[in-house]
């Protein structure tokens, strides 16, 4: 029976590694971007949040109205070091590596199209996690599963194992100008 034009036929999926890093605002963006678009064909997703988790922000209201096929999970316990944070390192450093436990565990369920790393090159360069834990999720993604590692300094090593690098960089921001950070754009 021939496909309609509008439609795209089914191809076997050959899951990517992709890495969105760089100084500029639009990586988290980004990934919520390709969430919604594979949300619109049906496909299940989930993002693993690794420093961002003690504030609220309009990703987790809007992660729900996307849900079942979308699934939103903060585990970070906040921006380490800066912003008011008081807390040790180590519980910092415990929660990244709950966070990327969980992120194995959900990459390797079969459950997932998509599983999202948000801010764990971050994480990484904050050395709350070690780098070969990280290639080795990534040497361990399975064949169909797009895995996508977002945050600023990503490293050599990652951005080697990756199909798709994605560079955002600062031109111009209006923290410059003291605007501070908008409701809906920023968070």
Known sequence: MPQPKDRIPEK??????LVLTGDGKGKTTSCLGMAVRAVGYGMKVV???????????GELDGAKR???EFELIPMGKGFV?????ALPFYV???AAREALAAAR????SGKYDIVILDEVNVAVRLRLLDLEDVLSLVREKPENVHLILSGRGA??????LAHLVT????VKHPFEIGIEAEKGIDY
């Open 12 to 17: 076997k999926r050959r899951g990517l590694v």
């Open 47 to 57: 993002m693993i949040q690794f420093i961002k988790g003690s504030l609220h922000y």
């Open 66 to 68: 996307l849900a079942p």
């Open 81 to 85: 070091g800066i912003m008011g944070d």
């Open 92 to 94: 910092h450093a415990d």
């Open 105 to 108: 565990e959900r990459m390797l």
């Open 155 to 160: 490293h050599e090593e990652v951005l080697r």
């Open 167 to 170: 560079e955002m960089r600062s």
